[in-house]
């Protein structure tokens, strides 16, 4: 299943490499056009965005890029270490860098607008414009007020637990669509089928499980502390807006006061909507994205 955009154009496939792990990322449309680069949430992948583009190319002419994070979709798994934030920026960077893709349009979803925050926090001359889709807010370390010893001993031992978790597994995909489909019940049954069909692999036995890490979802190990997070917000220089669901996460980027520490911010609450805001609500967030690139819807 291919998502085409108004202009007729469906997505390539590209690879490039950081840090010795080979990388992969889609792209739409011509490179002549602003680009707009979407980095998806944990567990997720770049096939996440395809509705989001096919809406958002419908209004304006934008060449997309979407990445697969390390240990995400089709991009390589970290060997011998874990996942940090440092990292992510990295991987970003070169993307952007490589493919001489900057100033862009950063647009992010969860983990994702975490990343997408910081790196316009440090790397300001590569982000024109900064979108955030329930970002990850003030959720760093945990007992963080117990020490750095602590905080180690913590990501020591979910280290160890996630090294012997196994993996689930489906005897066909038919399985697969319908485990997404009961853990994420707001979803369409097109969209359930397309997260998926881009989400899951098959293995050499013929069973089918799902693309990503699971070292991915050790959060204690991504390395900033909150005064660290909010230093990097309050270095962003381009225009930013936040867009948040009502039933979304407890820490989001902009909740709780936390607007204050951006510079050029707006935030908006969607109705009806949980954390995964681009799927439960896309036409709202597709217009408010597009107010804020100067679109009409």
Known sequence: MSVVLSSGLSPTSHRFFS??????????????????????????????????IA????????????????????????????????DYLYDLQQLI???????????????GGAIASFFAGVFPEHVRKLVLLEGIGLWSRDNEDAGIAQHIRDWSEMTRNLAGREPRRYPDLQTAYQ???????????????????????????????????????????????????????????????????????????????????????????VADAGHWIHHDQLEAVTALIAEFLGEAP
């Not at 739409?28 to 509705?51: F, I, N, S, Y």
């Not at 419908?58 to 994070?69: K, M, N, Q, S, W």
């Not at 860098?97 to 983990?111: F, M, R, T």
């Not at 799902?210 to 991504?222: I, L, P």
């Open 179 to 269: 485990r997404m489909q009961a853990a994420n019940p707001q979803l369409s049954e097109a969209q359930a089928f397309h997260l998926t069909l881009h989400g899951a692999v098959q293995l050499e036995d013929g069973q089918f499980t799902w693309k990503y890490d699971h070292y991915t979802y050790n959060f204690n190990g991504v390395g900033l502390s909150e005064a660290e997070i909010i230093e990097l917000w309050q270095k962003i220089s381009a225009p930013t807006l936040l867009i948040n669901a009502d039933q979304g996460l407890q820490n989001r980027a902009g909740q709780d006061d936390t607007l204050r520490h951006f510079r050029h911010a707006e935030l908006r609450d």
């Open 55 to 86: 809406r958002l190319s419908a209004i304006g002419d934008y060449h997309f890029v979407a990445p697969d994070l390390r240990g995400h979709g089709d991009s390589d798994w970290v060997q011998g270490s874990g996942y940090r934030y440092i």
């Open 19 to 52: 840090q010795r792990l080979r990388m992969h990322f889609v792209e739409w449309g011509k490179r002549q056009a602003p680009t707009v680069v979407l980095v998806h949430g944990v567990r997720d992948h770049c096939r996440t965005w395809d509705d989001l």
């Open 97 to 111: 860098e490589q493919n001489d893709l900057g100033p862009v349009i950063l647009v992010g979803h969860s983990l």
